[in-house]
């Protein structure tokens, strides 16, 4: 089965920054798509940013300029670069990857809590 497994979440301060991992046990060409996705309290799960397996991107509007999507296809790891981190960015961070026939696989999620 596949496995994604975030790190990287914590607390900052606003303006601060923070680099989100997701580690993948197949390699990254395996999914048709990753993306990285956030929920916070009494919100719905947003997607934030996704990547096609031939590196396009594409970027939910609130983050936009603020946040980045990359990848390192030799340690099958998806990253978020998030910049300017403000207190509504405050949330659980999920990425996932989907393929054309199975279900999305989805990581356990890690907390980012922007706070002074």
């Known amino acids: 089965q596949v496995q994604l497994v975030e790190s990287g979440g914590g607390l900052v301060q606003p303006g601060g920054s923070l680099r989100l991992s997701c580690a993948a046990s197949?390699?990254?060409?395996?999914?048709?798509?990753m993306g990285w996705y956030r929920q916070a309290p009494g919100k719905q799960r947003e997607l934030l940013a996704r990547?096609?397996?031939?590196?396009?991107?594409n970027y939910a509007s609130s983050v936009r300029g603020r946040f980045t999507i990359s990848r390192d296809i030799a340690k099958s790891t998806l990253y978020l670069q998030m910049n300017s981190l403000k207190p509504e960015d405050t949330a659980v961070y999920y990425c996932?990857?989907?393929?054309?026939?199975?279900?999305?696989?989805w990581g356990q999620g890690t907390q980012v809590t922007v706070s002074s």
């Open positions: 990547m096609t397996s031939g590196g396009s991107t």
């Open positions: 996932n990857g989907e393929k054309a026939i199975e279900p999305p696989s």
């Open positions: 197949v390699t990254i060409f395996s999914f048709n798509s």
